[in-house]
């Protein structure tokens, strides 16, 4: 590492001269000539001063995420859907160069463990209680797949609507009018049930359309494959069955479709199923499912430029990133 007393020595000036040109010494008697040699001379031999080499040391330090999920780890063996977003999360933090680790709850209330955490990010729907846990950490937060607060924290959010009114609107062009939904509560860790966003969507769609019926809507307790199997029984012994099912995800969608093969009801023949996520295990289903894409990747890539954008560049006024959802058609579905 180059020091003063070597640039002093190439300048032909002493140290003390030195380092007050390079520290901008406004006070220094010295002629201009002699500040341009000792500057070039510095910039020569790379020379960085002790602020510059902190200041580097500060961009070349390593981010470190915590990253945290509403889901138990029992509810994320049920759902997988947020098992893919947090390992997404972490694998696209990793090729960023981003540590990362899990936050936990300890007796109710999360906890982290670590001295230098930058930033935090909180997969799935939280309270405000939880909120003032991790913001007693940091206020650098971005929700995914919520938006809580928006005047305080970014989010990244999928527009359920458009994909949940695209699937629709397909079925409805495939000639079906008895078009039904099956889903569940939300619950979370925080044991708190939710009412399921594509249910109030699905509802609001199918009204107006003219084609809502309400004995065509099967809730169970919970999201699960357990639900989309039974469901399909219930739904069964109580009433018959609509043309066409939205069901709230493919996990969910997978039992459902298991129990329509026991029943022996064809599908797409005798009902018409289309599925929510995309995960990667839907197209090879049987029949391959019509389902609802969302884009994992792109969430935890804007996740993580958010919370860079507030950590590197200090910006104030939280952001909302919209991600867009689409149909994607595989054999699922029959034209009535």
């Known amino acids: ?14 140290p003390a001269t030195v380092s007050r040109v390079l520290n901008h010494d406004t006070t ?12 070039e001379i510095a910039e020569e031999l790379e020379y960085k001063t002790v602020r510059e080499r902190k200041n580097g040391a500060a961009e070349n330090r390593r981010l470190t995420f915590g990253v945290l999920d509403w889901y138990s780890e029992l509810e994320l063996l049920d759902d997988p859907y947020y098992l ?3 390992t997404t999360i972490e694998k696209e933090c990793a090729l960023a160069g981003i540590d990362t680790f899990k936050i936990n709850k300890v007796n109710d209330r999360y906890q982290v463990m670590v001295k230098d955490l930058d930033g935090i990010i909180a997969i799935g729907k939280f309270s405000d209680g939880e909120i003032n846990d991790l913001a007693a950490y940091t206020g650098n937060i971005v929700f995914v797949d919520s938006s809580p607060q928006e005047k305080l924290y970014d989010s990244v959010t999928i527009n359920l609507k458009l994909g949940i009114t695209e699937a629709l609107q397909y079925l409805v062009d495939l000639g079906h009018t008895e078009i039904g939904f099956l889903g569940g509560s939300v619950v979370g ?24 019926n309400p004995d065509f809507v099967f809730t169970g307790s919970r999201i699960s494959y357990q639900e989309g199997y039974h469901l399909i029984f219930q739904a069964l012994e ?6 066409a099912l939205l069901i709230a995800n493919d996990t969910m969608a997978t039992g459902a479709l298991r129990a329509l093969h026991e029943a022996k009801i064809h599908v797409p023949n005798q009902i018409s199923i289309i599925g929510y996520n995309d995960l990667a295990t839907s197209k090879y289903l049987i029949p391959p ?48």
């Not at 220094?28 to 500057?39: F, H, N, W, Y």
């Not at 049930?193 to 107006?208: G, L, N, S």
């Not at 919370?307 to 058609?329: D, T």
């Open 289 to 336: 499912l019509t389902t609802v894409r969302v884009h994992l990747n792109f969430m935890a890539v804007s996740a993580i430029d958010l919370l860079k954008e507030r950590i590197e560049k200090g910006r104030v006024l939280p952001k909302k990133v919209l991600v867009p959802s689409e149909l994607v058609i595989r054999k699922s579905c029959k034209k009535r």
């Open 1 to 14: 590492m180059t020091t003063i007393k070597e640039i002093a020595n190439k300048a032909g000036v002493s």
């Open 84 to 86: 893919y977003l947090m």
């Open 189 to 212: 860790d925080h044991k708190e049930a939710t009412i399921d966003e594509r249910k109030r969507v699905f509802i609001a769609t199918m009204e107006k359309h003219g084609l809502f």
């Open 238 to 243: 109580s009433a018959k069955l609509p043309t």
């Open 28 to 39: 220094l008697s010295v002629s201009a000539e002699t500040k341009v040699r000792i500057l």
